[in-house]
T-cell receptor, first 116, second 111 residues
Framework: DTGVSQDPRHKITKRGQNVTFRCDPI?????LYWYRQTLGQGPEFLTY????????KSRLLSDRFSAERPKGSFSTLEIQRTEQGDSAMYLC??????????????FGSGTRLTVV | GENVEQHPSTLSVQEGDSAVIKCTYS??????FPWYKQELGKRPQLIID?????GEKKDQRIAVTLNKTAKHFSLHITETQPEDSAVYFC??????????FGKGTSLLVTP
């Protein structure tokens, strides 16, 4: 499968712990996005990278969340001091840049986080 | 920011019937409107999309229509099949990168 890979698929953590997720995009794609999806809702945009630069961050993203894409390839999303409200599916997507970038979205299968 | 409303939240049709899902958006600057299908436990997958310079687009049994004046767009699925059962999300983009999704429609096609 040469699509978008996310690791781990599932994560259960205790409230207050830190967690980190990884996303490996399609290699030719220089844009990478993180979304959060809760039960019964559509995905919500969190942040996006063009190569290694983080160009946009949603107001929904609290200071406890940080994302990196150090070499413009894989990305990590870290949540510090997790809260029960952070329980969700975290989706990564990648796309090529340019006017067709938003059209070329490929989503990963997501990391399901449960905070107990 | 952009706000996308989607209706209905659930839809049940008999196999062979048509299904229509409707979305409205708030930002007149939005210019890209994709539809995604998400099966249980799987990733969202793009099924059809339309840009604001086009009023209608069709791909086999699925079609999307866009009314820019009224700021609404719709997904039409004809001759529905049980494998069409899934959650469908509409989205709108005014930024060139971020998608603003609706809350989804759970479609059930019964044989």
């Amino acid at each position: 499968d040469t699509g978008v890979s996310q690791d781990p698929r599932h994560k259960i953590t205790k409230r207050g712990q830190n967690v980190t997720f990884r996303c490996d995009p399609i290699s030719e794609h220089n844009r990478l996005y993180w979304y959060r999806q809760t039960l019964g809702q559509g995905p919500e945009f969190l942040t996006y990278f063009q190569n290694e630069a983080q160009l946009e961050k949603s107001r929904l993203l609290s200071d406890r969340f940080s994302a990196e894409r150090p070499k413009g390839s894989f990305s990590t999303l870290e949540i510090q001091r997790t809260e029960q409200g952070d329980s969700a599916m975290y989706l990564c997507a990648s796309s090529p840049s340019g006017v067709q970038g938003e059209r070329g979205y490929t989503f990963g299968s997501g990391t399901r986080l449960t905070v107990v | 920011g952009e706000n996308v409303e989607q209706h209905p939240s659930t839809l049940s049709v008999q196999e062979g019937d048509s299904a229509v899902i409707k979305c409205t958006y708030s930002d007149s600057a939005s210019n890209y409107f994709p539809w995604y299908k998400q099966e249980l436990g799987k990733r969202p997958q793009l099924i059809i999309d339309i840009r604001s310079n086009v009023g209608e687009k069709k791909d086999q049994r699925i079609a999307v229509t866009l009314n820019k004046t009224a700021k609404h767009f719709s997904l039409h699925i004809t001759e529905t099949q049980p494998e069409d059962s899934a959650v469908y999300f509409c989205a709108a983009s005014d930024s060139g990168y971020a998608l603003n999704f609706g809350k989804g429609t759970s479609l059930l096609v019964t044989p």
